[in-house]
C-alpha cells in the first residue's frame, strides 16, 4: 500500500469514527457512571490526586463535555451563526451573563483561582450546550434513535449502583472503611444521587410514553435504581422524582394512566422494601428510608440544610447586585467550613454566585429555554414528557441540594432541554417541506 492509499484510508476510518461519535455521543454521557466506577476507585481509599480531583468535580463528564465540543467543531460548529440565530433578548442576558462571570475575577475579595475555575467550568457547560444543539441538528434521523439510546442511563446507572453494592459487601459491612469519602466513583456517598435521579425519572417517563416498548426491562431497571439508591442513603432524588411527577400528572395524560401507575408504584415499593432488607454498615448514613424514620427534629431532617439557608441569605443581603462570584461559597460561609462547595439550594446558589443582575439574567435564560423546550417547541407529547421528567426531577433535586455545580447533572438537564427544541424545529421544517 502506497502513501496515498494509506492516506485515504486513514481519512476513510476517520470518517466512519465520526459517524459513530456523532450517532453515539449521546449514549457516552449516559455511561459517566460507569467511568466513574472504573477509573475513579480504589480498594483501600487511598487516591491519586488526580482520581481525587476528578472525583470531587466530576471531571470525566466535565472532559466529555469538552470532548462533545470538539466533536462538534469538526462536525462544522459555526458558533456566530449560532449566536445570530438567536433572539436579540437571548443573546443580550447570554453575554450580560458571561459578563457577570468575568467580572468575579476582579471582586478584590474573591479567590482567584476559585473564580478562573468557576468562570471555566461555566464556559464549558456553555459550549456544550451549543454543541448539543448542533450535533441534534446535524443529522436529524438520529432523532427517531434517542428513545432506543434512553435505556443506556438507567442501565449505567443500575450497573455502577451493583458495583458499589458488591465493593461494600466484599469489603465487608464491618472493616471501619470511610464509607461517607471512599466508596468507588465518588467522593460523597451523596453524589451517587446525582446518577440515580435522572436515571430513575428516566425510566418512568419511559413507562409513561411507551408504555408497550420494553416495559419488563424499564421497569427491572427501576427496582434496581430505586433499591439501590434508597440502599445508599439518597433522599433528594425522591423529593425531586414526587415534584416531577406532580407537575407532569397535570400536564400529561400519559402520566394518568391507571397501568403506569401499577406498574411504577408496585416497582418502586418493592425497591424501597429491598432496600429496608438490604444490610447496612454500622454507624454510617446509609439507608435513605431507616434515617428518615430515625430523624427527630427539622434541623435533623434537613441534615443542617436549614441554617445553611438561613445564613446564605444573610451573605446575599450584604453583596445583593453581582454576587460573591462562581465556586466561592465553601470559603465565604461560615457553616461550609471551608469543605461544602455551595449552599445546597440552586436558587439561593445561582443569587449567591452572581446577585441579583447575574443571577436574574441566569434564570431568565433557564426560563426561555423552559418555555421554548415545553411550551413552545412542536415537538411530540412523549418527548415533551420524557424530557420533562428528567428536567424536572432534577429541579426538584436541586431545591434540597446542589446539583447544579457538578457537570453530570448540568450535561444532562442541558440534553434534554435541547432534545424536544430541536425535535420541534424539524416537525415544523418537515411541515413547511410539504406545504
Known amino acids: 500500500m502506497n502513501w496515498h492509499e494509506r ?3 486513514t481519512r476513510a476510518h476517520f470518517a466512519v469514527m465520526m459517524d459513530w461519535l456523532v450517532a453515539n455521543w449521546l449514549v457516552l454521557l449516559f455511561c459517566i457512571p460507569l467511568i466513574h466506577i472504573l477509573f475513579l476507585s480504589s480498594f483501600d481509599g487511598e487516591f491519586t490526586r488526580w482520581q481525587f480531583a476528578a472525583r470531587l468535580f466530576f471531571l470525566p463528564t466535565l472532559l466529555l463535555e469538552i470532548g462533545v465540543f470538539i466533536l462538534a467543531v469538526a462536525a462544522g460548529l459555526n458558533l456566530s451563526k449560532l449566536l445570530k440565530d438567536m433572539r436579540p433578548i437571548t443573546r443580550a442576558l447570554l453575554f450580560g451573563w458571561l459578563g457577570v462571570l468575568v467580572s468575579s475575577l476582579f471582586y478584590a475579595d474573591a479567590v482567584l483561582g476559585l473564580a478562573i475555575r468557576g468562570l471555566s467550568f461555566w464556559v464549558v457547560h456553555v459550549l456544550f450546550l451549543a454543541a448539543a444543539i448542533h450535533l441534534m441538528r446535524l443529522d436529524r434521523s438520529n432523532l427517531v434513535r434517542i428513545p432506543s439510546l434512553l435505556v443506556a442511563m438507567p442501565l449505567a446507572s443500575s450497573l455502577a449502583g451493583l458495583a458499589i453494592l458488591v465493593f461494600v459487601y466484599w469489603t465487608g459491612l464491618n ?28 425510566g418512568l417517563g419511559h413507562l409513561a410514553a411507551w408504555p408497550q416498548k420494553s416495559p419488563r426491562t424499564h421497569m427491572f431497571l427501576l427496582f434496581v435504581n430505586t433499591t439501590i439508591m434508597l440502599w445508599l442513603g439518597s433522599r433528594g432524588p425522591a423529593l425531586g422524582i414526587m415534584f416531577a411527577s406532580a407537575v407532569c400528572v397535570v400536564f400529561f395524560p400519559q402520566m394518568r394512566r391507571l397501568l403506569f401507575w401499577w406498574r411504577t408504584i408496585g416497582t418502586m415499593a418493592l425497591g424501597a422494601l429491598a432496600s429496608v432488607f438490604l444490610p447496612i454498615p454500622d454507624s454510617s448514613p446509609f439507608g435513605a428510608i431507616q434515617r428518615f424514620w430515625s430523624k427527630g427534629t427539622s434541623d435533623e431532617m434537613t441534615s443542617g440544610r436549614s441554617e445553611l439557608w ?20 465553601q470559603f465565604v460561609s461560615e457553616q461550609a467550613m471551608g469543605m461544602l462547595k455551595h449552599p445546597h439550594q440552586s436558587f439561593l446558589q445561582v443569587i449567591f454566585d452572581w446577585g441579583l443582575v447575574g443571577g436574574g439574567m441566569f434564570l431568565s435564560l433557564s426560563a426561555i429555554f423552559l418555555n421554548k423546550a415545553f411550551c413552545t417547541s412542536g415537538a411530540s407529547l412523549t418527548t415533551k414528557l420524557v424530557s420533562a421528567m428528567v428536567v424536572l426531577t432534577l429541579l426538584g433535586f436541586s431545591l434540597v441540594d446542589g446539583i447544579y455545580f457538578y457537570p453530570l447533572t448540568i450535561a444532562i438537564t442541558a440534553v434534554f432541554f435541547v432534545w424536544p427544541i430541536v425535535e420541534g424545529e424539524n416537525i415544523q421544517r418537515n411541515d413547511y417541506q410539504k406545504n
Open 310 to 329: 438561613a445564613e446564605t441569605l444573610d451573605l446575599i443581603s450584604k453583596k445583593p447586585l453581582f454576587g460573591y462570584g462562581a465556586h466561592q461559597f
Open 7 to 9: 492516506r485515504k484510508s
Open 175 to 202: 472493616s471501619g472503611f470511610r464509607w461517607d469519602e471512599d466508596i468507588p466513583g465518588f467522593t460523597n456517598l451523596r453524589h451517587t444521587g446525582y446518577m440515580f435521579a435522572p436515571a430513575i425519572a428516566l
